[in-house]
């Protein structure tokens, strides 16, 4: 008789010290986490935080470079702010 169980959705063996193959970021049905995103063409999957820093380091190279007044980056970075609380709240 096996005392192995049945594997979970998750690809585990149940339980709480279950075995899961999925990657990290990643659910039961194989959509990312709700906070990566994935970019399109090449189905690459980044999380938040590198978004985040890409996001902040074009806009002050944007600033730093002449492409964007400074008070327009300040107000671009202050709603970016604003509606990322907003968001969370």
Same mark, same amino acid.
Do not use: C, Q
């Given at each position: 008789?096996?005392?192995?169980?049945a +594997?979970?959705? *998750?690809? $585990?063996?149940g339980?709480?010290?279950?075995?899961?193959?999925?990657?990290k970021? =990643? &659910?039961?049905?194989?959509?990312?986490?709700?906070h990566d995103?994935v970019?399109?063409?090449?189905?690459?999957?980044?999380?938040? +935080?590198?978004? *985040?820093? $890409?996001?902040?380091?074009?806009?002050?190279?944007?600033?730093?470079?002449?492409? =964007? &007044?400074l008070?327009?980056?300040?107000?671009i970075?202050?709603?970016?702010?604003?509606?990322?609380?907003?968001?969370?709240?």
């Amino acid at each position: 008789m096996s005392t192995r169980t049945a +594997r979970s959705a *998750d690809g $585990g063996y149940g339980g709480n010290g279950s075995i899961s193959t999925r990657p990290k970021g =990643v &659910d039961a049905a194989g959509h990312p986490g709700d906070h990566d995103y994935v970019v399109p063409l090449v189905h690459l999957h980044l999380s938040e +935080r590198v978004v *985040d820093v $890409g996001f902040w380091a074009a806009l002050a190279g944007a600033a730093v470079l002449g492409a =964007v &007044d400074l008070p327009v980056a300040v107000l671009i970075g202050g709603t970016a702010v604003i509606a990322r609380r907003h968001a969370l709240h």
